[in-house]
T-cell receptor, first 111, second 116 residues
Framework: GQQLNQSPQSMFIQEGEDVSMNCTSS?????WLWYKQDPGEGPVLLIALYKAGELTSNGRLTAQFGITRKDSFLNISASIPSDVGIYFC???????????FGQGTTLQVKP | DTGVSQDPRHKITKRGQNVTFRCDPI?????LYWYRQTLGQGPEFLTY????????KSRLLSDRFSAERPKGSFSTLEIQRTEQGDSAMYLC??????????????FGEGSRLTVL
């Protein structure tokens, strides 16, 4: 089946550092999304990208939709302890809300 | 709290038993989704409804799984004759059609199933 490959699998960083994670696929997606999941919670949408090459920011978060429509990256600047969690990329092809998720990147931030 | 509500939050059952999960979506949302998440993995799509109509089912949804949304509001997901491989977090999400097209889903906290 379709798969999204996220890297790195986990990161352990110092508060204040910048973070970068990415996601690649063998399939083309019309929409790329980044969700965050806190322990015991469901995923929450952070950023959505709709056009190839698009660069979008949401506060300290910046994400880009790859030009080939097969990849995306997420940057977090000046990390803070509440950034801790699992970050998932997700792709959508059919505009139905049926999302294909990556395996997640676990972020830990040391104060 | 007006978010997506799921019940129960945790369920432990013996292999072979039937279990049912309930999801109450955000009140005006016409789209409702079920996803399954195993440890260390991202959510996997199972099925979705627009109002009471079930529009798509994943191949992951075997004959032992059935989902309903009889009045277009809450939904149930039933697993019959549970197997240990069914152990997972079952996530419900809701959205409006327009927002779903953009991939914006609102997830509940999930129902964690453990099959012994």
């Amino acid at each position: 089946g379709q798969q999204l490959n996220q890297s790195p699998q986990s990161m352990f960083i110092q508060e204040g550092e910048d973070v970068s994670m990415n996601c690649t696929s063998s399939s083309i997606f019309n929409t790329w999304l980044w969700y965050k999941q806190d322990p015991g919670e469901g995923p929450v949408l952070l950023i959505a990208l709709y056009k190839a090459g698009e660069l979008t920011s949401n506060g300290r978060l910046t994400a880009q939709f790859g030009i080939t429509r097969k990849d995306s990256f997420l940057n977090i600047s000046a990390s803070i302890p509440s950034d801790v969690g699992i970050y998932f990329c997700a792709g959508q092809q059919s505009n139905t809300g049926k999302l294909i998720f990556g395996q997640g990147t676990t972020l830990q931030v040391k104060p | 709290d007006t978010g997506v509500s799921q019940d129960p939050r945790h369920k432990i059952t013996k292999r072979g038993q039937n279990v049912t999960f309930r999801c109450d979506p955000i009140s005006e949302h016409n789209r409702l989704y079920w996803y399954r998440q195993t440890l260390g993995q991202g959510p996997e799509f199972l099925t979705y409804f627009q109002n009471e109509a079930q529009l798509e089912k994943s191949r992951l949804l075997s004959d032992r799984f059935s989902a309903e949304r009889p009045k277009g509001s809450f939904s149930t997901l039933e697993i019959q004759r549970t197997e240990q491989g069914d152990s997972a977090m079952y996530l419900c999400a809701s959205s409006l059609t327009g927002r779903a097209r953009t991939g914006e889903l609102f997830f509940g906290e999930g129902s964690r199933l453990t099959v012994l």
